[in-house]
């Protein structure tokens, strides 16, 4: 069971995940909309992955990994981007993201992911 911070710009994709989430038995413990508010509730509450959508309005999801890397070297973050967006998905790995999964979630793809950074 992992406590997991959700990014997401789109409330609807926020609550598809929770859903897959607390299906799967995880714990969602936070939730957010964009970049900023996702360093300022990893530093709050301390998640053990974070699911960072990576376009979003304020600060992209490439900008916050790339802070909560600095400030937490050991943050699992799994970026969630849709289909062609394969050259930020590169960026974001290189940013220090652990894996993606692409939108529309896939639940199976969302658990596993999950599942592998959780141990």
């Known amino acids: 069971m992992a406590r997991i911070l959700v990014i997401d710009d789109a ?4 609550m598809t995940l929770l859903n897959i989430l607390n299906k799967a038995n995880h714990i969602v413990i936070g939730e957010g909309a964009n970049g900023k508010e996702a360093i300022e509730l990893y530093r709050q509450l ?13 600060m992209s999801g490439i900008d916050a990994v790339k802070e909560i890397k600095k400030e937490f070297p050991h943050a699992k973050i799994i970026m969630c981007s849709a289909m062609g967006q394969q050259k930020m998905v590169v960026e974001a790995i290189e940013a220090g993201a ?14 596993e992911a999950i599942s592998r950074l959780n141990n």
């Open 98 to 111: 652990k894996d993606f999964i692409v939108k529309p979630f896939d639940e199976n793809r969302v658990v």
């Open 46 to 58: 301390h998640p053990d992955i974070v699911t960072m959508d990576i376009t979003m309005p304020v």
């Open 11 to 14: 409330k609807f994709m926020r």
